[in-house]
């Protein structure tokens, strides 16, 4: 199975300030048929589901605020909420699709300073 | 707007079996492989299994191999989580989610919605 891991495990940002959130997978998730990297970012407020926010590492989902962009190729991938708001407070995961078994990274939480 | 809503969980003792449902409406149903995901108490989410729309293909993670089984009855619009000799490592919410691309035989993808999810506790 592919091993997800994100760096930092929790980060804490004051408002208005740039968040980055590190992905790095075992194995390289850049599929060489369509040069597409199979990882995806999710969202996840206390109480809450998760709520995907990018495919594709840097396809930003419908609704999305542009404050978040995903960038990075191969095994390292970046998350950024570029002036972080109160509402971004919450769990962010990445999560890789490029093996047949979908993995998950274990989470890194985003607090306000 | 697609909805997903499961139900079926609830506390049951080591060694139980439980069936959960995910009732889906907003899509066309039969073209999307479904997922269930799980997240232990405090914990992040890992992957449990899935189902393609056709029902044909079939993937499971390995904690779950030989005691989970999904199914998928596209007439009702609904998945299936049937889960045999529970342990207590398997407490957790469970979340049905739909693949975001679609595709009647496709593997997991990327979930682009996701259920309120369905707690299930087991323990003596």
């Known amino acids: 199975d592919i091993v997800m891991t994100q760096s930092p495990d929790s980060l804490v940002v004051s408002l208005g300030e740039r968040a980055t959130i590190n992905c790095k997978s075992s194995?390289?998730?850049?599929?060489?048929?369509?040069?597409?990297?199979?990882l995806a970012w999710y969202q996840q407020k206390l109480g809450q589901p998760p709520k995907l926010l990018i495919s594709?590492?840097?396809t930003r989902e419908y609704g999305v605020p542009d404050r978040f962009s995903g960038s990075g190729s191969g095994t390292d991938f970046t998350l950024t909420i570029s002036s972080l708001q109160a509402e971004d407070v919450a769990l962010y995961y990445c999560q890789q699709y490029y093996g047949t078994l979908p993995t998950f990274g274990q989470g890194t939480k985003v607090e306000i300073k | 707007e697609v909805q997903l809503l499961e139900s079926g969980g609830g506390l049951l003792q080591p060694g139980g079996s439980l069936r959960l449902s995910c009732a889906a409406s907003?899509?066309?149903?039969?073209?999307?492989?479904i997922n269930w995901v799980r997240q232990a108490p405090g914990k992040g989410l890992e992957w449990v299994s899935s189902?393609?729309?056709?029902?044909?293909?079939?993937h499971y993670a390995d904690s779950v191999t030989g005691r989970f089984t999904i199914s998928r009855d596209n007439s009702k619009n609904t998945l299936y989580l049937q889960m045999n000799n529970l342990r207590a490592e398997d407490t957790a919410v469970f979340y049905c989610?739909?693949?975001?691309?679609?595709?009647?035989?496709?593997?997991?993808?990327?979930?682009?919605?996701w259920g309120q999810g369905t707690l299930v506790t087991v323990s003596s």
């Open positions: 189902i393609s729309g056709n029902g044909d293909r079939i």
């Open positions: 194995q390289s998730i850049l599929h060489s048929s369509n040069n597409k990297n199979y």
């Open positions: 907003g899509f066309t149903f039969s073209i999307y492989t």
């Open positions: 594709w590492a840097s």
């Open positions: 989610a739909k693949n975001g691309e679609g595709g009647i035989a496709s593997g997991p993808n990327w979930f682009d919605a």
